[in-house]
């Protein structure tokens, strides 16, 4: 069993940045595909961006060059740097473990909201 905890939602204005974390227990990260998702009222989940074991990473057309996704093996945590922030970005963000790759969908967390305001 894989246990994720998300923080570092918040409210912030359209331009700006946030950065989530996802802190893993159970397993270590290193050995595991992780990613993040999010969901918007009445949407589907989507899958945002991805880190393999091995360190390749995948990410949404959307978010392609202003969100990064990154670990920290020590903490056992995974990052999504989100940077140059808009309004449609706005949703639940959940971290995720395990699975097939591109989409790791094994193990989630609780999610943490994200809004961004114009």
């Known amino acids: 069993q894989v246990q994720l905890v998300e923080s570092g939602g918040g409210l912030v204005q359209a331009g700006g940045s946030l950065r989530l974390s996802c802190a893993a227990s159970?397993?270590?990260?290193?050995?595991?595909?992780m990613g993040w998702y999010r969901q918007a009222p009445g949407k589907q989940r989507d899958l945002v961006a991805a880190?393999?074991?091995?360190?390749?990473?995948n990410y949404a057309d959307s978010v392609e060059g202003r969100f990064t996704i990154s670990r920290d093996n020590a903490k056992n945590t995974v990052y999504l740097q989100m940077n140059n922030l808009k309004p449609e970005d706005t949703a639940v963000y959940s971290c995720?473990?395990?699975?097939?790759?591109?989409?790791?969908?094994?193990?989630w967390g609780q999610g943490t909201q994200v809004t961004v305001s114009s």
């Open positions: 995720a473990a395990g699975g097939s790759w591109p989409k790791p969908n094994a193990y």
């Open positions: 159970g397993r270590s990260i290193r050995t595991i595909n």
């Open positions: 880190l393999s074991l091995n360190g390749i990473t």
